[in-house]
């Protein structure tokens, strides 16, 4: 079935350094990579997404990279700020029939130490 | 603007007892899903209601659980016979259309099954 594997589980990295997590897929349809951010207590805040016509995005220290071929995702933040610590989730959809449910990572706990 | 909102935030129920969580989505969103999030765990897909199409109910884990959309906007998720591996954390996104577009979630309700 349907599957997205996330790494690290956990990451610690200190503030100004950068941070990567890496997600693989398992349907090559998928065509809908979105990231969220969850801060401890809160919903699921979207950070960033890529479609699947397109490689690379960014906006401001966060960026997304996208290998269809390889069928894997990753999630770049650039001078780690603490506020940037979190859980941190990939996912996944595809347009297919009448649903564009998302399957998501295992989360990743980010902790950017001052 | 508003986002999502969801209530109650927090429910604590006795075994065997139904509960009913509420969602009330972004005005003039058209898609709303319901996810579920065990502790330390990514979210799993519930539900998903389109407009007047038929919902997706592929993510139901059981027929103990059923959700309805009434005049295209609130929903509302209900757990009958609640069992203690219902306890999680219910949530609530809303999007433009079907499809690839960004999900926006609300905080959630955490329930407790006793």
């Known amino acids: ?114 | 603007g508003a986002g999502v909102s969801q209530s109650p935030s927090n429910k604590v129920t006795e075994k065997g007892k139904d509960v009913e969580l509420r969602c009330d989505p972004i005005s003039g969103h058209t898609a709303l899903y319901w996810y579920r999030q065990s502790l330390g765990q990514g979210l799993e897909f519930l539900i998903y209601f389109q407009g007047n199409s038929a919902p997706d109910k592929s993510g139901l884990p059981s027929d103990r659980f059923s959700a309805e959309r009434t005049g295209g906007s609130v929903s509302t998720l209900t757990i009958q016979r609640t069992q203690q591996e219902d306890s999680a954390v219910y949530l609530c996104a809303s999007s433009l259309v079907q499809g690839n577009r960004g999900q926006y979630f609300g905080p959630g309700t955490r329930l407790t099954v006793l």
């Not at chain 1, 969220?36 to 699921?44: C, N, R, W």
């Not at chain 1, 610590?85 to 706990?109: D, E, H, M, P």
Request: aromatic share 8%; hydrophobic share 30%.
């Open chain 1, 1 to 114: 079935g349907e599957n997205v594997e996330q790494h690290p589980s956990t990451l610690s990295v200190q503030e100004g350094d950068s941070a990567v997590i890496k997600c693989t897929y398992s349907d090559s349809a998928s065509n809908y990579f979105p990231w969220y951010k969850q801060e401890l207590g809160k919903g699921p805040q979207l950070i960033i997404d890529i479609r699947s016509n397109v490689g690379e995005k960014k906006d401001q220290r966060i960026a997304v990279t996208l290998n269809k071929t390889a069928k894997h995702f990753s999630l770049h933040i650039t001078e780690t700020q603490p506020e940037d610590s979190a859980v941190y989730f990939c996912a996944a959809s595809k347009r297919s029939g009448n649903t564009g449910k998302l399957i998501f990572g295992q989360g990743t706990t980010l902790q950017v130490k001052p």
